[in-house]
């Protein structure tokens, strides 16, 4: 969580949200505030005024006392530390319970926003955060703890991610924090070295945001994407800027004609209602630009018009319609058929005489405020209900559990690596749109868009789903490999053999991570003839020549890692079937002629030789040096992305040996590298800087032999 600094790395955006918010934190006093130290026993401190002031507006009788408590304890601990900028250190965890604050969370939420970065950076422990708060702010701040490097090494930020993703299973609370928290940090990064600021913007660009729009905090979300639209583009920045601070200095206003033309037809129908000008971000500004070419009056907002009930949503539609030039085909209603993320409004447009045409936003408040914060106008989602809404079965009724965090949740539990997650989680967020597709028995599947019968099967039947021997999609026969629509009715159809197995084909058509780890744990598990026998010349064969010099050439260096086994006089050899270098956990296992097999323990020939009873012996990696290994990246098809791969690798210092770039196939590409590493401990920042290339959604390590 740790922020530090205070200085924005770049222009914010001018207007909405982030404006008023920015006008509300002031850190300066803020910090001046924390200096004087708490206030006396029951008395609120003067820096949690600003706090206090939003939360009451939400919640006018709200109890006090714990934000009293968890800023003094906040205070206390985190006296002396400082922010990279000089402030004193608790102003990050003020701007962070601000912004829920001003969201609309609830009490608990933001006691544990004021406490999150006590147990991961003062002596405060958890258990004495429960003693003192409770055990939900215990679990808020446990599930946003970092977890420390000493003990993960590089695996520290996605095993991190996976437990924050875990934890906001059982409360989702736990994401609202983090991504304030992120929110926060980002507007604080100018301090650090670009390089720093840039590797922070893409993770907050995959991870941080699509996890914003899928809980629907799109208040905090905009605002991340104008950030880091600033630091990673800064030139389409600065020229978006631009458009915006002229479009303001002109003296006509088109948007400004069109609000009063529709305050006044709904005047004359004797429909309550506000009409606003919502002024479009950064980065909605620039997408429109791309999408129309020369930009327009009314291109750079939108009208919301907010009413008291959702019929007079309809009415207000129903006025526009008739007073005004509909454009019918931007009509779309999200009140009759919400968004995953829990957001509802009717869409439509208005036309001018000179062709200018307005998009319109109609919802209730209520849809307002849910649209804006998502989850977190929730309140407290797990509160029991009144007794007269109580379920009938006793059951607590989650609304915060979509079909994606489940899918989410049930897929990370077969990927147990950190570096498989980390690409997966990444590939899976990059889904922005989801589809319902329907059951026979009428249940329904919540599926990504581009989701194909294959996926529906593992969605639906988990394993089981390797029986599926077809589907019938709206009625009629179809191949697994068929892409499914909003609003099919699919009916799987299961086989009885229990010998049925999933066809390696199968692969290139699973689209949903839950449906391709499946199918390649059964196929690791079950290899083919040809595999086996591969794997049988990898165990018993001779020596492999990566232990030996590589003969010199153009693009390799001899390689010199070295293992120390634990049986003398053993020769040893790298498995080829998983390639193992350093830093990687390894086994090994005596074969044939007095040698020993190194693996990963990750490897699945691992677990055959342990069930067919062969001894593990103990091995370890002595002092290396270099290293060749081959990667395997899947990317989406892009201009350049190849020169941006290799510029990253280059970037790296590994050399490329050889490379290979199969056909594209639905607009997906694989890549494989054999690259030579001056450190064989550098392969995981290697990994993770091809994963950063635009466009590439795993990168792996290859299962041949990369020599």
Same mark, same amino acid.
């Given at each position: 969580?740790?922020?530090?600094?205070?200085?924005?790395?770049?222009?914010?955006?001018?207007?909405?949200?982030? %404006?008023?918010?920015?006008?509300?934190?002031?850190?300066?006093?803020?910090?001046?505030?924390?200096?004087?130290?708490?206030?006396?026993?029951?008395?609120?401190?003067?820096?949690?005024?600003?706090?206090?002031?939003?939360?009451?507006?939400?919640?006018?009788?709200?109890?006090?006392?714990?934000?009293?408590?968890?800023?003094?304890?906040?205070?206390?601990?985190?006296?002396?530390?400082?922010?990279?900028?000089?402030?004193?250190?608790?102003?990050?965890?003020?701007?962070?319970?601000?912004?829920?604050?001003?969201?609309?969370?609830?009490?608990?939420?933001?006691?544990?926003?004021?406490?999150?970065?006590?147990?991961?950076?003062?002596?405060?422990?958890?258990?004495?955060?429960?003693?003192?708060?409770?055990?939900?702010?215990?679990?808020?701040?446990?599930?946003?703890?970092?977890?420390?490097?000493?003990?993960?090494?590089?695996?520290?930020?996605?095993? @991190?991610?996976?437990?924050?993703?875990?934890? @906001?299973?059982?409360?989702?609370?736990?994401?609202?924090?983090?991504?304030?928290?992120?929110?926060?940090?980002?507007?604080?990064?100018?301090?650090?070295?670009?390089?720093?600021?840039?590797?922070?913007?893409?993770?907050?660009?995959?991870?941080?945001?699509? /996890?914003?729009?899928?809980?629907?905090?799109?208040?905090?979300?905009?605002?991340?994407?104008?950030?880091?639209?600033?630091?990673?583009?800064?030139?389409?920045?600065?020229?978006?800027?631009?458009?915006?601070?002229?479009?303001?200095?002109?003296?006509?206003?088109?948007?400004?004609?069109?609000?009063?033309?529709?305050?006044?037809?709904?005047?004359?129908?004797?429909?309550?209602?506000?009409?606003?000008?919502?002024?479009?971000?950064?980065?909605?500004?620039?997408?429109?630009?791309?999408?129309?070419?020369?930009?327009?009056? $009314?291109?750079?907002?939108?009208?919301?018009?907010?009413?008291?009930?959702?019929?007079?949503?309809?009415?207000?539609?129903?006025?526009?319609?008739?007073?005004?030039?509909?454009?019918?085909?931007?009509?779309?209603?999200?009140? %009759?058929?919400?968004?995953?993320?829990?957001?509802?409004?009717?869409?439509?447009?208005?036309?001018?005489?000179?062709?200018?045409?307005?998009?319109?936003?109609?919802?209730?408040?209520?849809?307002?405020?849910?649209?804006?914060?998502?989850?977190?106008?929730?309140?407290?989602?797990?509160?029991?209900?009144?007794?007269?809404?109580?379920?009938?079965?006793?059951?607590?009724?989650?609304?915060?559990?979509?079909?994606?965090?489940?899918?989410?949740?049930?897929?990370?539990?077969?990927?147990?690596?950190?570096?498989?997650?980390?690409? @997966?989680?990444?590939?899976? /967020?990059?889904?922005?749109?989801?589809?319902?597709?329907?059951?026979?028995?009428?249940?329904?599947?919540?599926?990504?868009?581009?989701?194909?019968?294959?996926?529906?099967?593992?969605?639906?039947?988990?394993?089981?789903?390797? %029986?599926?021997?077809?589907?019938?999609?709206?009625?009629?026969?179809?191949?697994?490999?068929?892409?499914?629509?909003?609003?099919?009715?699919?009916?799987?159809?299961?086989?009885?053999?229990?010998?049925?197995?999933?066809?390696?084909?199968? /692969?290139?058509?699973?689209?949903?991570?839950?449906?391709?780890?499946?199918?390649?744990?059964?196929?690791?598990?079950?290899?083919?003839?040809?595999?086996?026998?591969?794997?049988?010349?990898?165990?018993?064969?001779?020596?492999?020549?990566?232990?030996?010099?590589?003969?010199?050439?153009?693009?390799?260096?001899?390689?010199?890692?070295?293992?120390?086994?634990?049986?003398?006089?053993?020769?040893?050899?790298?498995?080829? $079937?998983?390639?193992?270098?350093?830093?990687?956990?390894?086994?090994?296992?005596?074969?044939?002629?007095?040698?020993?097999?190194?693996?990963?323990?990750?490897? %699945?020939?691992?677990?055959?030789?342990?069930?067919?009873?062969?001894?593990?012996?103990?091995?370890?990696?002595?002092?290396?040096?270099?290293?060749?290994?081959?990667?395997?990246?899947?990317?989406?098809?892009?201009?350049?992305?190849?020169?941006?791969?290799?510029?990253?690798?280059?970037?790296?210092?590994?050399?490329?040996?050889?490379?290979?770039?199969?056909?594209?196939?639905?607009?997906?590409?694989?890549?494989?590298?054999?690259?030579?590493?001056?450190?064989?401990?550098?392969?995981?920042?290697?990994?993770?800087?091809?994963?950063?290339?635009?466009?590439?959604?795993?990168?792996?390590?290859?299962?041949?032999?990369?020599?």
């Amino acid at each position: 969580m740790s922020a530090e600094a205070t200085n924005p790395a770049t222009p914010g955006p001018v207007t909405g949200p982030a %404006a008023r918010w920015r006008a509300r934190i002031d850190l300066r006093r803020l910090g001046r505030a924390a200096l004087l130290g708490p206030a006396t026993r029951d008395r609120l401190p003067s820096a949690i005024s600003h706090v206090v002031d939003a939360h009451r507006a939400h919640y006018p009788s709200a109890d006090l006392e714990p934000l009293r408590r968890a800023y003094v304890l906040a205070e206390s601990s985190h006296r002396g530390q400082m922010r990279k900028s000089g402030e004193p250190y608790i102003t990050h965890p003020l701007a962070v319970t601000l912004i829920l604050a001003e969201l609309g969370a609830e009490t608990t939420t933001l006691t544990a926003s004021l406490l999150h970065d006590t147990v991961e950076d003062t002596d405060v422990t958890l258990d004495q955060v429960g003693e003192e708060f409770g055990s939900e702010v215990r679990y808020l701040v446990d599930g946003v703890t970092k977890l420390e490097k000493v003990d993960y090494g590089a695996a520290a930020e996605p095993e @991190t991610f996976r437990k924050m993703l875990v934890a @906001t299973g059982s409360d989702v609370r736990v994401m609202s924090i983090k991504l304030a928290d992120r929110l926060h940090n980002m507007r604080t990064l100018g301090v650090m070295r670009p390089e720093k600021q840039a590797r922070i913007a893409k993770v907050t660009r995959d991870v941080l945001i699509p /996890l914003a729009e899928r809980l629907g905090v799109q208040a905090l979300k905009t605002e991340l994407e104008d950030l880091v639209f600033a630091i990673l583009h800064p030139e389409e920045y600065e020229h978006t800027r631009e458009l915006i601070v002229d479009n303001a200095s002109r003296a006509d206003d088109p948007l400004a004609e069109i609000a009063d033309e529709v305050r006044g037809v709904l005047r004359d129908a004797d429909i309550p209602a506000e009409v606003v000008i919502r002024p479009r971000h950064f980065v909605s500004v620039h997408r429109v630009a791309r999408k129309r070419g020369q930009l327009r009056g $009314c291109d750079f907002g939108r009208l919301l018009v907010l009413v008291n009930e959702d019929a007079d949503c309809y009415g207000v539609l129903g006025e526009l319609h008739t007073c005004m030039t509909p454009v019918v085909s931007e009509f779309k209603d999200f009140i %009759a058929v919400p968004k995953f993320n829990l957001y509802q409004s009717l869409h439509t447009a208005v036309a001018r005489a000179d062709g200018q045409v307005a998009e319109v936003l109609i919802r209730t408040h209520q849809m307002h405020k849910v649209a804006e914060a998502g989850v977190v106008a929730l309140g407290n989602p797990y509160a029991p209900p009144p007794e007269e809404h109580a379920p009938a079965d006793g059951e607590r009724v989650d609304p915060t559990r979509p079909g994606w965090l489940s899918r989410l949740l049930d897929w990370q539990e077969a990927a147990p690596d950190p570096d498989t997650f980390w690409s @997966t989680l990444r590939e899976d /967020l990059a889904q922005d749109r989801e589809i319902t597709v329907f059951r026979p028995d009428g249940g329904t599947l919540g599926l990504p868009e581009g989701a194909t019968c294959v996926d529906a099967a593992y969605a639906q039947y988990g394993e089981d789903a390797h %029986a599926c021997i077809g589907a019938r999609v709206n009625g009629r026969l179809a191949t697994l490999s068929t892409v499914l629509r909003d609003g099919d009715t699919v009916q799987l159809l299961m086989g009885q053999d229990p010998a049925s197995e999933p066809s390696r084909e199968w /692969l290139e058509h699973a689209h949903t991570p839950a449906a391709r780890i499946a199918i390649q744990r059964w196929l690791a598990a079950h290899p083919t003839h040809e595999e086996a026998q591969e794997a049988a010349q990898e165990t018993d064969g001779e020596p492999s020549a990566v232990l030996r010099p590589v003969a010199e050439g153009p693009t390799s260096r001899p390689t010199t890692a070295d293992i120390t086994v634990d049986q003398p006089g053993a020769t040893v050899r790298l498995a080829g $079937c998983c390639t193992p270098v350093p830093p990687d956990e390894v086994t090994g296992f005596a074969v044939r002629g007095g040698v020993v097999t190194v693996h990963r323990v990750q490897c %699945a020939a691992v677990e055959r030789m342990k069930s067919a009873g062969r001894a593990e012996v103990d091995v370890r990696w002595g002092d290396t040096t270099e290293c060749r290994v081959t990667l395997l990246a899947e990317s989406f098809v892009r201009p350049h992305l190849l020169a941006d791969l290799t510029e990253a690798m280059a970037l790296e210092g590994a050399e490329i040996v050889s490379a290979t770039v199969e056909p594209p196939t639905q607009q997906r590409v694989r890549h494989t590298y054999t690259l030579q590493l001056p450190d064989a401990a550098h392969l995981p920042a290697l990994m993770r800087a091809m994963r950063n290339v635009p466009g590439v959604y795993d990168v792996s390590r290859a299962q041949t032999p990369g020599v």
